[in-house]
C-alpha cells in the first residue's frame, strides 16, 4: 500500500506568516491528493483536491501544489481561525491513506 | 448542500459487534457521482479510511478491517450502515460517515460520533 508522510508533524506560526507543509507519497499518486483542515470536535473539512483546486468556499490564503510524489499546502498569510490539524490523502485508488497530520497553532 | 449525521450506540463491550447508521439528507443517496464511506479517529490520533459502498452495492474495504467489517446501503432509507465485530479497545475511536468523490476525496462529513469499547 502506498503511505503518506507529512511534516512536521507541529508548527508554531505567528498570525500574517506564511506556513507551509509538506506530503509525500511512498509512490507516485499523480494529482490525486486533497487536504483536509480539522477543529477539535468537528469532522474534516475538504480544503484542496486535485493537488491545487480550491474547494468552493475555501479562502484564497490556502494553496497547493505538487505532483507525483510531493506535494505542498500554503497558507500565505496565517490567521488565527486557522488554528486546526491539517492531513493529506491519497484519492486515487483504495486504501484511501492519510498523513499523520501536522498541528498548526498561534505563537 | 449534503448533511450526513451518523447514529448509534457509544459504549460496545468487547467482543462485541460495533454497528452505527448514516443518514444523509440534502443529497441523493443514489446519486451514480458518489461513493459513501466511514472513516474512524482513535482518540488523539490520525484518520483511519475503513469502507465506501457504492449505490448500487459495490464496497470497498480496508485490507487492515475487512474480516471484520461490513458496510450496506438502504437507499429508500437515506442510510448507510457500518458493522464491525469482534470488537476490541483498539477500535475505540470517533467514527465519521462521509461522502467520496471519486474526482476530489471526501467532500462532506458528518460530526462523528465517539464509540467506546469498555466492559
Known amino acids: 500500500d502506498i503511505q503518506m508522510t507529512q511534516s512536521p508533524s507541529s508548527l508554531s506560526a505567528s498570525v500574517g506568516d506564511r506556513v507551509t507543509i509538506t506530503c509525500r507519497a511512498s509512490q507516485g499518486i499523480a494529482n490525486f491528493l486533497a487536504w483536509y483542515q480539522q477543529k477539535p470536535g468537528k469532522g474534516p473539512k475538504l480544503l484542496i483536491y486535485?493537488?491545487?483546486t480550491l474547494q468552493s468556499g475555501v479562502p484564497s490564503r490556502f494553496s497547493g501544489s505538487g505532483s507525483g510524489t510531493d506535494f505542498t499546502l500554503t497558507i500565505s498569510s496565517l490567521q488565527p481561525e486557522d488554528v486546526a490539524t491539517y492531513y493529506c490523502q491519497k484519492y486515487l485508488s483504495a486504501p484511501y491513506t492519510f498523513g499523520q497530520g501536522t498541528k498548526l497553532e498561534i505563537k | 448542500q449534503p448533511q450526513l449525521q451518523e447514529s448509534g450506540p457509544g459504549l460496545v463491550k468487547p467482543s462485541e459487534t460495533l454497528s452505527l447508521i448514516c443518514t444523509v439528507s440534502g443529497a441523493s443517496i443514489s446519486s451514480s457521482s458518489y461513493y459513501w464511506g466511514w472513516i474512524r479517529q482513535p482518540p488523539g490520533k490520525g484518520l483511519e479510511w475503513i469502507a465506501n459502498?457504492?449505490?448500487?452495492?459495490?464496497?470497498y474495504y480496508n485490507a487492515s478491517l475487512k474480516s471484520r467489517v461490513i458496510i450496506s446501503i438502504d437507499t429508500s432509507e437515506r442510510q448507510f450502515s457500518l458493522k464491525l465485530s469482534s470488537v476490541t479497545v483498539a477500535d475505540t475511536a470517533v467514527y465519521f460517515c462521509a461522502r467520496y468523490d471519486a474526482a476530489a476525496g471526501f467532500d462532506y462529513w458528518g460530526q462523528g460520533t465517539l464509540v467506546t469499547v469498555a466492559s
Open positions: 486535485g493537488g491545487s
Open positions: 459502498i457504492y449505490y448500487s452495492g459495490s464496497t
